[in-house]
C-alpha cells in the first residue's frame, strides 16, 4: 500500500480532471482555449501600457473532423526569452495569484491548461512567437507540458527554441518555419492546436467575442473564424482603464489559517508592526485596540505568537472596527464606455448606465456596473438563411424548439413556439432533418414572428470585464436580476423569472478578488454586500427604463386617441351628409380641424384622467443614451464598410 | 389627405345608390325633419370648430318618475352628452349617425326594416381598418334606442320593427293592411301579432270579448288555446313569449283603452314574471318616454301567486330554487316606487323570498293537464282574486 503511494503532479491531476478548467467537451475547450489566450493577451497589453489590438484565427485542420487550429495574437509588448516555456508550459506559474489587484486571470492556470489539453488530445506542441521590439529579434517556440514534472519541454530547436532575427531575415524564416505571424512591432502569438467542436449561438467564441467587446470599449478585435468569416469589433475609446493598483489584504478578508501562515512567514519583529504592515487600514491605533482585544500585548514577538495567540487576535479583528479598504484599486468601466459599447454592439433604442460607488465584501474592495439597452431585436430576427442553415447543422439540439431557445439570445420557449407556428413546423422535429422547403418558412417565421412578447431579458454577466457564459443559474447576478421586481419599470415579469421584452442588461463586477462558485470561474457566489449592490444598480437603471417606458406608453395613447378619432370622422361625415345633404369633404376637413386642435390640446395639457397637467421634460439625468428607431433602421439598411462604423456583423 | 381621399372612395358609391323619393305622410315629415337637425347641428358644430354632440335623454331608473296621478312611468328631463371627440364615446357617436342615416333612407324609400335588416345595412368595414361599424346586433339596437328618445320618434315612425313574437286568438275581427282577420278562427297557430299595431295599419272591426288574457309564453298559450279557454268564457287570449315586444304592449293598450277589454295577466311566479307585470302596467323603464302609448295602469295580476304552492297542493318536485340574482331583483322590483306603497304586493314579494322557490305557470299544469284553464283560472276570475 504505501509503495503506491506518490505525489501527484498538479498537471497530472487536471489531465484528469480537465472538466475543472472548462474542457469538459470539445465545444467548451474552444471556447476555453480562445478565452484564456485572449485574456491573458488583453491583460499583458493593458499592463504594459498599450491600446490593446487582438488577432483571432480558428481553422479547421484538414487532419480530422473535429481538429481545430486556434491563433490568438496580441500588440502587447511580447514575453521574454526565458519566461516564455514556463508562462505557456508550467501550470500554476503567474504574476497574478500573489496579489491583491484587479485583473483578468487570476489563478494563472488558463493558458498552459489549454495548451497541455491540446495536447493531449492531438500530440501536437504549443507554438509561441513572441517578439519584443523592432529591432530585437523574435523567439520562436514549440512547447509540451511534461505531465508527470509539471515543467515545460521545448521541443524545436533542439531544446533552445528558434531566434528569428529581424527584419528581412526573419521574414524569411518565418516561412521556413511554417510560422504564422501578422506582421507588428511587436506582440505575442500563441498557437495551439485541439480536438474541438465550433458551433454558434449561445455559449460560442462568436458571443463570448462580441461580449468582451461590449465590455472593453478600448480594445479592437479581429476575428476570423473556421468558415473565414471576418468580424471586426473597432476600439471605440482610445483610452486605457486606469492600471489598478494593488493593495495588502484588509484584516476582515482573511481566515485563521491565512492569519497563522502569514504570522510564521512575516520578517516583522512585532505583532504590532506585523498588522500594520502586511494589511491595509491598519493604523497603529488599530492595532492596538486590536492587541487589547486579543489580550495580547502590542509588542509581543510575532515568532512568540502561537495557535492559541492568533485565534484570539483572530477573533478580535472580527470585534474591531475598521475602516473599508481604499477602493482605488479597482477600475471600472465607466458609464459612459458603458453606454458606447453597448449602443455600438447591441441593437436598440434606450440605453442607461449606472455604476455604483465602490463596496467591500469581506474585506475586498469591489465595484458593481449595470448597462441596460430596450428594444433590441432578437438576434433571430437578424440570422442570414446561409447561416440558419449552418446552426442548423452544427445543432446537437434534439428537436427544433429546443434549437430555437438555446441558440438564440432572449428568445423563450413560448417565442420559439409561436415561431414554429408560423412555420407551420413540428415541434419535435430534428433541426438537422430540415427539408429545403421547411428551413425556408423556418426563416421566414423567425424574421416576421412578433418574439418581443415572448422574449426574455438577456443576461450578459462580467467579472473584471471578463465575459462569463456559463452556469447562469448558480450565478448571484442572474439570481439578483431575477428576484428584482421589474414589473415597477414596466416590464412583464413572472415571480422569480427573468423579466419579458426586448432588453440586454450587462451587470460587470469589478473586484480584487471576484469570488467564483468554482475553479471554472463561470458563476459569481453571492454574498449580501454584493447582492445589495448589484439590486441598487439594477434599480437604477430599472427606473429610467421605467420613466422612459411610460413617456413612450404615453406617447403611445395619445397616437391611438388621435387615430381613433381620425378613424370615424369619415363615416360621421359620409352619414351626415347622406341626412342633410351637406358637403361631404368640406365638413369632413373641418371635423379635421377640430380634431387636431383636440388632440393637440390633450397632447400637452391632459393626463390619463382628463385633468390638465404641466408636462415636464422628460428628464432622465445622464448616462442615458437614446437613439430614434426610425434613424437606427436607416442605419442598418444602409450597407456598411468594412470595420470603420460600428461593428460589422456577417449575420445581420 | 390619404385618409380622405380613402374614405371618399368607400362612400362615394352609397351616394349614387340616390334613394328614390316616396310619398311621405306627415310623421315622416316630422321625423324628417328631426333627422336633419340632428344632421346640422354636426355641421355647425364643424364650422365653428366645436366639438359635435348629441343629447341623449337618459335612459335609466335614475332618470324614469313613476306618476301616481297617471299611474305610469315617465321620463325625467336628464340627458347624457355624446360627444364625438371623447375616446369612449367617438364610436358610439359614429354609430349614432349611422343609424340616423340608415332611419333617413328608410322614410325616403317608404320602406320599412327589421331592426336586425338595418344592423346588416349599416354595417360595414370602417375605411382603412379592419374595424366594423357594428360588430353585432347588440351593438346596434342600444343606438337605435337612443335615436328613438333623442327624436322622441317612435320606433314605427322610423320604420323600424322587431322580431314578431306573440300571437292572439279570441273573439275579435281585426282589418291588418286591409285584410280581415277573424280571432276565433285561427286554428291552433293564432294570430301572429305584428310589431306595428297602429290604427293606420290595424284597426278593430269587431268584437265580443269581454276581457283579455294575456299568458306568460307560448306553451301556456297554447294550453289554453287548446281546452278553447277563449270561446268558453269569452274574451281574447294572448302572449308575447315572455317579455312583450311592443307591438304585443301596443296591441293590449288598444284592447284596453279603445275597446274598454279589462286585460289580467298570468304570469311565472318569479321575480322575471313579476318584472313583465310591471311592464305592462306601467311601461318599461327604458322606454320610458312611450309609457303613455303602452302602458295600462288597470291591468290585474292573476297569478301565479306564492302562496299557490300551498292552496293548490303542489307537489315537491315543481319547486325551483330561487338564485342569489333571483333574490336580488325580487328586493329591487319591491323598492320600485309603483309597488312600494301597495301592502299585498309587498307581501306577496315577501312570501316568494320567504318560501325559496320559485314557480311555473307549467307547475299547475303538471298537478292536472286542465287544472290551469279549467279550476285555477276561472276560480281566481270568478272571486276576482288578483293583485292590482
Redesign the interface.
Known amino acids: 500500500m504505501a509503495a503506491s503511494q506518490r505525489d501527484i503532479s498538479v498537471s497530472e491531476f487536471f489531465a484528469k480532471n480537465r472538466h475543472l478548467l472548462g474542457f469538459d467537451n470539445p465545444r467548451k475547450a474552444l471556447l476555453t482555449t480562445v478565452k484564456e489566450a485572449v485574456d491573458n493577451a488583453i491583460d499583458a497589453c493593458e499592463e504594459a501600457g498599450i491600446l490593446p489590438e487582438i488577432w483571432i484565427h480558428i481553422q479547421r485542420n484538414g487532419q480530422g473532423p473535429n481538429r481545430y487550429k486556434v491563433g490568438v495574437q496580441d500588440n502587447g509588448p511580447g514575453i521574454l526569452k526565458k519566461q516564455i516555456p514556463l508562462i505557456f508550459g508550467k501550470l500554476l506559474y503567474g504574476s497574478k495569484f500573489h496579489r491583491l489587484r484587479m485583473s483578468r486571470g487570476q489563478q494563472g492556470i488558463g493558458i498552459s491548461a489549454a495548451g497541455m489539453y491540446g495536447l493531449l488530445t492531438t500530440g501536437k506542441p504549443v507554438t509561441i512567437m513572441s517578439k519584443v521590439s523592432v529591432r530585437k529579434p523574435a523567439h520562436y517556440y514549440e512547447i509540451q507540458i511534461d505531465t508527470k514534472h509539471n515543467r515545460p519541454e521545448i521541443v524545436n530547436g533542439r531544446g533552445e527554441g528558434v531566434v528569428v532575427s529581424p527584419g528581412a531575415a526573419g521574414a524569411k524564416a518565418i516561412e521556413k518555419h511554417g510560422i504564422e505571424w501578422i506582421d507588428a512591432n511587436h506582440g505575442t502569438r500563441v498557437t495551439i492546436e485541439l480536438e474541438a467542436k465550433y458551433q454558434r449561438g449561445r455559449g460560442s467564441v462568436d458571443e463570448y467575442l462580441e461580449q468582451t467587446a461590449i465590455a472593453n470599449p478600448h480594445v479592437a478585435i479581429h476575428y476570423e473564424d473556421p468558415d473565414g468569416n471576418q468580424r471586426h469589433y473597432p476600439a471605440v475609446t482610445d483610452t486605457l482603464p486606469p492600471e489598478p493598483r494593488e493593495i495588502k489584504p484588509h484584516p476582515y478578508g482573511i481566515e485563521l489559517g491565512m492569519l497563522v501562515g502569514m504570522l510564521k512567514n512575516t520578517k516583522e519583529p512585532t505583532i504590532t508592526q506585523f498588522l500594520t504592515r502586511s494589511f491595509s487600514r491598519v493604523s497603529p491605533a488599530v492595532a492596538r485596540r486590536i492587541c487589547e482585544g486579543a489580550g495580547v500585548s502590542p509588542r509581543a514577538r510575532t515568532k512568540k505568537i502561537g495557535r492559541h495567540e492568533a485565534d484570539l487576535v483572530y477573533q478580535a479583528i472580527q470585534k474591531t472596527k475598521i475602516s473599508n479598504p481604499s477602493t482605488d484599486c479597482i477600475a471600472p468601466i465607466g458609464e459612459e464606455l458603458i453606454l458606447k459599447g453597448l449602443h455600438q454592439i447591441v441593437p436598440g433604442e434606450f440605453y442607461a448606465a449606472a455604476t455604483r460607488p465602490p463596496a467591500v465584501y469581506r474585506g475586498n474592495p469591489f465595484q458593481i456596473e449595470v448597462g441596460l439597452a430596450y428594444g433590441g431585436g432578437s438576434t433571430a430576427h437578424r440570422v442570414s438563411r446561409e447561416a440558419l442553415v449552418e446552426m442548423l447543422e452544427q445543432s446537437d439540439a434534439r428537436t427544433l424548439r429546443q434549437f430555437l431557445a438555446t441558440t438564440f439570445d432572449g428568445l423563450g420557449t413560448e417565442a420559439a413556439d409561436r415561431i414554429l407556428k408560423e412555420a407551420r413546423a413540428k415541434t419535435r422535429i430534428s433541426p438537422g432533418k430540415l427539408r429545403e422547403k421547411d428551413v425556408n418558412r423556418l426563416h421566414e417565421a423567425m424574421r416576421n414572428v412578433n418574439i418581443h412578447d415572448g422574449q426574455t431579458m438577456n443576461v450578459l454577466r462580467y467579472a473584471n470585464r471578463v465575459p462569463l457564459q456559463f452556469q447562469a443559474g448558480g450565478c448571484t447576478i442572474t439570481q439578483t436580476v431575477m428576484t428584482t421586481n421589474w414589473r415597477a419599470y414596466g416590464l412583464s415579469q413572472s415571480r422569480g423569472q427573468l423579466p419579458r421584452g426586448p432588453v440586454t442588461v450587462m451587470v460587470h463586477m469589478a473586484s480584487v478578488w471576484v469570488p467564483f462558485t468554482s475553479e471554472s470561474k463561470e458563476a459569481v457566489a453571492g454574498y449580501p454586500e454584493i447582492q445589495k449592490e448589484l439590486r441598487l444598480a439594477l434599480q437604477s437603471v430599472g427606473r429610467k427604463l421605467g420613466m422612459y417606458l411610460r413617456r413612450r406608453r404615453k406617447v403611445k395613447h395619445e397616437g391611438e ?1 388621435r387615430n ?17 345633404g ?1 358637403d ?2 368640406e ?9 387636431k ?2 388632440t393637440s390640446e390633450a397632447d400637452v395639457k391632459l393626463d390619463d384622467r382628463g385633468r390638465p397637467v404641466d408636462e415636464p421634460e422628460l428628464d432622465l439625468g445622464k448616462n442615458v443614451l437614446i437613439v430614434d428607431p426610425e434613424e437606427r433602421a436607416r442605419q442598418v439598411a444602409l450597407p456598411q464598410g468594412g470595420g470603420e462604423e460600428g461593428a460589422t456583423d456577417e449575420r445581420r | 389627405m390619404a385618409k380622405k381621399k380613402a374614405s371618399r372612395r368607400k362612400l362615394s358609391p352609397v351616394t349614387q345608390r340616390a334613394p328614390m323619393k316616396a310619398k311621405l305622410t306627415p310623421r315622416d315629415k316630422r321625423t324628417l325633419s328631426q333627422l336633419t337637425g340632428l344632421a346640422d347641428g354636426v355641421v355647425v358644430a364643424a364650422r365653428q370648430r366645436r366639438d359635435p354632440h348629441v343629447d341623449i335623454p337618459a335612459r335609466a331608473l335614475s332618470n324614469v318618475r313613476y306618476s301616481p296621478r297617471k299611474r305610469i312611468i315617465e321620463m325625467g328631463k336628464r340627458t347624457t352628452r355624446r360627444k364625438l371627440f371623447d375616446l369612449a364615446q367617438a364610436k358610439a357617436f359614429m354609430q349614432t349617425m349611422l343609424v340616423a342615416r340608415g332611419v333617413k333612407d328608410l322614410i325616403d324609400q317608404g320602406k320599412s326594416n327589421s331592426i336586425r335588416g338595418l344592423f346588416y345595412t349599416l354595417r360595414g368595414k370602417i375605411a382603412d381598418t379592419n374595424e366594423h361599424t357594428f360588430d353585432q346586433q347588440s351593438d346596434c339596437d342600444p343606438i337605435i334606442e337612443d335615436v328613438e328618445v333623442t327624436l322622441a320618434s317612435l320606433r314605427e315612425e322610423m320604420h323600424l320593427f322587431a322580431d314578431p313574437k306573440g300571437a292572439m286568438v279570441g273573439n275579435i275581427v281585426v282589418t291588418d293592411s286591409g285584410d280581415d282577420i277573424d280571432c276565433s278562427r285561427m286554428g291552433s297557430g293564432g294570430y301572429a301579432i305584428p310589431s306595428i299595431v297602429e290604427p293606420d295599419i290595424m284597426q278593430f272591426k269587431q268584437c265580443n270579448a269581454r276581457f283579455v288574457l294575456h299568458v306568460e309564453k307560448g306553451t301556456v298559450w297554447q294550453r289554453f288555446n287548446e281546452d278553447k279557454f277563449w270561446r268558453k268564457h269569452n274574451c281574447i287570449l294572448t302572449h308575447g313569449g315572455g317579455q312583450p315586444p311592443r307591438g304585443v304592449r301596443r296591441l293590449l293598450h288598444r284592447l284596453h283603452h279603445e275597446l274598454k277589454l279589462p286585460v289580467y295577466c298570468l304570469l311565472d311566479n318569479d321575480p322575471w314574471g313579476y318584472y313583465i307585470y310591471s311592464v305592462i302596467k306601467q311601461g318599461s323603464i327604458n322606454l320610458a318616454f312611450e309609457s303613455t302609448r303602452m302602458a295600462i295602469p288597470d291591468a290585474r295580476f292573476l297569478g301565479i301567486r306564492s302562496i299557490d304552492f300551498e292552496r293548490c297542493g303542489l307537489s315537491d318536485s315543481v319547486k325551483i330554487d330561487l338564485n342569489d340574482t333571483d333574490r336580488k331583483r325580487a328586493r329591487q322590483i319591491a323598492s320600485y316606487p309603483w309597488f312600494a306603497h301597495k301592502k299585498p304586493w309587498q307581501r306577496e314579494i315577501k312570501k316568494l323570498l320567504d318560501n325559496g322557490f320559485k314557480l311555473e305557470v307549467e307547475a299547475l299544469i303538471s298537478k292536472d293537464i286542465s287544472y290551469v284553464t279549467e279550476e285555477y283560472t276561472p276560480a281566481r276570475l270568478k272571486n276576482k282574486d288578483w293583485l292590482d
Not at chain 1, 564 to 580: D, K
Not at chain 1, 587 to 595: F, G, I, P, S, T
Open positions: 386617441r381613433t378619432f381620425l378613424r370615424y370622422l369619415g363615416e360621421v361625415a359620409g352619414a351626415v351628409h347622406r341626412i342633410n351637406s361631404r369633404d365638413l369632413y376637413a373641418q371635423l379635421l380641424l377640430v380634431a386642435k383636440k
